[in-house]
């Protein structure tokens, strides 16, 4: 067997949701705010039906995915969890009355962000007899999907007449959430709670409010409304810096290999493409059956480390699409067989997805999600 894994520790992922939780409720419980655990892009890397499963037995209210394909995986193993859908409803090749009543039949919860969507639906679900859930998107700024919020009243007004909708929820997401320079953050609150007012004073009442990703949740208080949606909280980091320590998180995975090949070469000797490493010294060389086609970035070439038996060793050369080398010395206590850890931490050694993102100048949520899907991931 490929001894290339995810190992993902469930009691972490429980560790994170309850300071999540505790945070966001006050250590006695206090408030009812509602949690939607984001599991898009496979749970950022995690494996989208375990991770789903856990967070609903830990009381999670809402699932949210990217798209309709995701939520349609999803439902095969969460049968009645409320999974909102953030993207847009692409129209589908099926027959548009065949497609509404799929969705309505995995009983999906759909962004609407433009009136197209919101007549679709209507029509279509009226048709089949049926309601449609929806939580209306609105634009403060990020400038992605949503109603731009300067015109929403207008467009929502319009929504309240679809008999064939029932509006459960309106959310905005944040541009710069994360960020010790709250003023954009706080000028997307005020334009969100501006419109909020406007649909109080007409009566139009939504019962969920959402807009806190991570980086709101820890940054921005009056972001909680009625439910928050965490997503990279929940594997065990945090959205940047400033906003470390805030609450008491413990990356969930750890990527793993195995040394499969060790030879020992002479001084000089050039170490895999492009001959970017040379030994100083006649040393052990360890091969490794992890690499770019796993999602361990190329990036990491020769800067990189791993940790084996608590002790790091650099990554020697070019990292290739399915090996990385490593330099294990002149003499060394590395044996075929020994595990290697890439990505997450051991008792001696952290390699968070968050460090190797400043090597790779990303963010750590890119680390993660390149996991490859041949990648094999362990629950433990
Ligand atoms: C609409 C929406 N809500 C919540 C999240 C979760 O974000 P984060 O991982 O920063 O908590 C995302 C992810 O990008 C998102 O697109």
């Known amino acids: ?32 705010v509602k949690i939607c655990g984001v599991v898009k892009a496979n749970a950022y890397g995690h494996g989208i039906q375990e991770i789903s499963r856990k ?6 209210d809402y699932l949210g995915v990217a798209n309709y394909d995701e939520a349609i995986k999803l439902r095969s193993v969460i049968p009645d969890s409320n999974i909102l859908v953030f993207g847009t409803l692409i129209h589908s090749k099926l027959k548009p009355s065949a497609y509404v009543s799929k969705l309505l039949k995995y009983n999906l919860i759909a962004t609407v962000a433009s009136l197209d969507t919101a007549k679709f639906l209507d029509y279509y679900s009226g048709r089949l007899g049926r309601k449609f ?10 400038k992605r999907i949503g109603f731009d919020v300067k015109r929403a009243f207008k467009n929502i007004e319009h929504i309240f007449g679809y008999k064939n909708l029932e509006i459960e929820g309106i959310y905005t997401h944040f541009a710069t959430s994360e960020s010790g320079d709250k003023s954009f953050a706080k000028h997307q609150l005020n334009r969100f709670y501006d419109l909020l007012e406007m649909l109080r004073k007409a009566g139009m009442k939504i019962p969920i409010v959402h807009s806190a990703n991570s980086g709101a949740i820890l940054n ?4 909680f409304f009625d439910m928050v949606r965490p997503g990279l909280l929940l594997y065990g980091y945090y959205p940047s810096d400033d906003l470390r320590n805030k609450i008491d998180l413990k990356p969930i995975m750890n990527l793993k290999s195995k040394v499969t090949y060790i030879k020992r070469v002479d001084a000089n000797t050039s170490i895999s493409y492009g001959r970017k490493f040379f030994t100083d010294k006649r040393s052990f060389i360890g091969s490794v059956p992890i690499g770019y086609g796993d999602g361990y970035w190329r990036a990491f070439s020769n800067i990189g480390k791993a940790g084996i038996g608590g002790r790091l060793y650099p990554i020697a050369g070019t990292i290739t699409m399915d090996w990385l080398m490593l330099y294990l010395g002149v003499k060394s206590p590395v044996r075929i067989g020994d595990d290697v850890l890439l990505m997450g931490s051991d008792d001696e050694n952290y390699l968070g997805a968050d460090k190797l993102a400043k090597i790779a100048k990303t963010i750590p949520y890119e680390i993660l999600c390149a996991v490859a899907d041949r990648v094999q991931r362990v629950y433990i």
């Open 1 to 32: 067997m490929n001894p290339t894994r995810a190992e993902i520790d469930l009691k972490k992922l429980e560790h994170n949701y309850n300071s999540i939780k505790d945070f966001i409720r006050g250590k006695n419980g206090r408030g009812k």
């Open 55 to 60: 967070l609903i037995s830990l009381g999670a």
């Open 133 to 142: 859930k929806v939580h209306i998107k609105i634009d403060t700024g990020l």
């Open 220 to 223: 921005i208080k009056d972001s």
